[in-house]
């Protein structure tokens, strides 16, 4: 039931762009996108809701593809702040409000 | 703005004992979340209550338990607490919706000596 996120790790150079993956085999109503620094508390990023839709934050942003079940995060012109770790947390149709969250995808932006 | 309270921040424990965590939500927020997180772990969800009453479970172990209070504030009883125990308590709180946010307090760290 875990959504299954991809890569594991990334390593990047300010400036540069990457492409997280968060796909679920189950039928979701939304993934919502933390970013969370080491110890510290979860951040929320944006949520894309079933239908498709794009959004965006600064030069972060997702999309959600509802035929495949997945879910895209694209950092654009990488900054120094960008570290830490990604998770999606999806909510599944006809499971409540809970998120189940993915396995996290560490980002290292480096100078 | 204000945001998600938790409290203590850090508590340590031996194991057998207990240990009650709080969660004083977003104003106006009417549904709080537990989650569990273990060293390089992604969170796991506990337990859910909605307007004080529970509305969704998780992988909660029977020695834990929780509530919600008429003040909308949480708290999470531990009891029996094992070195498994040891992880990062994070609660959380929204609106209730299945497109609402959730936005996360600052945690708990619990170490089980």
């Known amino acids: 039931q875990q959504p299954v996120q991809s890569p594991q790790a990334v390593i990047l150079r300010e400036g540069e762009d990457a492409v997280i993956n968060c796909s679920s085999s189950?039928?979701?109503?939304?993934v919502h996108w933390y970013r969370q620094k080491h110890g510290e508390a979860p951040v929320f990023l944006m949520i894309l809701l079933k239908g498709g839709e794009q959004k965006g934050h600064e030069k972060i942003s997702a999309s959600f593809n509802e035929k495949k079940q997945q879910s895209s995060l694209y950092l654009t012109a990488s900054q120094l702040s960008y570290s830490g770790t990604y998770f999606c947390g999806t909510e599944i149709i006809a499971a409540g409000n809970k998120l189940t969250f993915g396995g996290g995808t560490r980002v290292l932006v480096k100078p | 703005a204000a945001g998600v309270i938790q409290s203590p921040r850090h508590l340590i424990k031996e194991k057998r004992e207990t240990a009650t965590l709080k969660c004083y939500p977003i104003?106006?927020?009417?549904?709080v979340y537990w989650y569990q997180q273990g060293p390089g772990q992604d969170p796991q969800f506990l337990i859910s209550?909605?307007?004080?009453?529970?509305?969704d479970k998780g992988s909660i172990p029977d020695r834990f338990s929780a509530q919600q209070f008429s003040d909308y504030h949480s708290e999470l009883n531990m009891s029996s607490l094992e070195l498994g125990d040891s992880a990062l308590y994070f609660c959380a709180s929204s609106f209730r919706g299945l497109d609402q946010p959730q936005h996360f307090g600052d945690g708990t760290r619990l170490s089980i000596l």
């Open positions: 209550f909605y307007e004080k009453m529970q509305s």
């Open positions: 104003p106006r927020h009417d549904t």
């Open positions: 189950k039928a979701l109503y939304s």
